[in-house]
Nanobody, 126 residues
Framework: QVQLVESGGGLVQPGGSLRLSCAAS????????IGWFRQAPGKEREGISC????????YYTDSVKGRFTITRDNAKNTAYLQMNNLKSEDTAVYFC???????????????????WGQGTQVTVSS
């Protein structure tokens, strides 16, 4: 069964950190771009970061640059999103997803991704 499972979400105070994990099972992440998206209530799903498999290139949306870091460990079939200096506006459900490498040009477009996790809630509040 093809599955992506996110974990590591929770409640954190502003300025705090969280590390999200995205574990794949039933298929290998080799050859896929891994993207992280988030969706806040009443807002559209937003692509926030992705990491290539071919060359390890990373991309970030402006609002998270310098605060979030995406990594992957293909040996563990897992990707990560380290989130530092969290702000209230980072509150959302966070999803990971896979994108064929040849579509990396469209990494911010959620409709191009083929496998999705169920999401993990991140709440930033004092």
């Amino acid at each position: 069964q093809v599955q992506l499972v996110e974990s590591g979400g929770g409640l954190v105070q502003p300025g705090g950190s969280l590390r999200l994990s995205c574990a794949a099972s039933g298929f290998t992440l080799d050859g896929y771009v891994i993207g992280w998206f988030r969706q806040a209530p009443g807002k559209e799903r937003e692509g926030i970061s992705c990491i290539s498999d071919s060359d390890g290139a990373t991309y970030y949306t402006d609002s998270v640059k310098g605060r979030f870091t995406i990594t992957r460990d293909n040996a563990k079939n897992t990707a990560y999103l380290q989130m530092n200096n969290l702000k209230s506006e980072d509150t959302a459900v966070y999803f990971c997803a896979t994108l064929p490498e040849n579509l990396i040009w469209g990494w911010e477009t959620w409709a191009l991704y083929d496998h999705w996790g169920q999401g993990t809630q991140v709440t930033v509040s004092s």
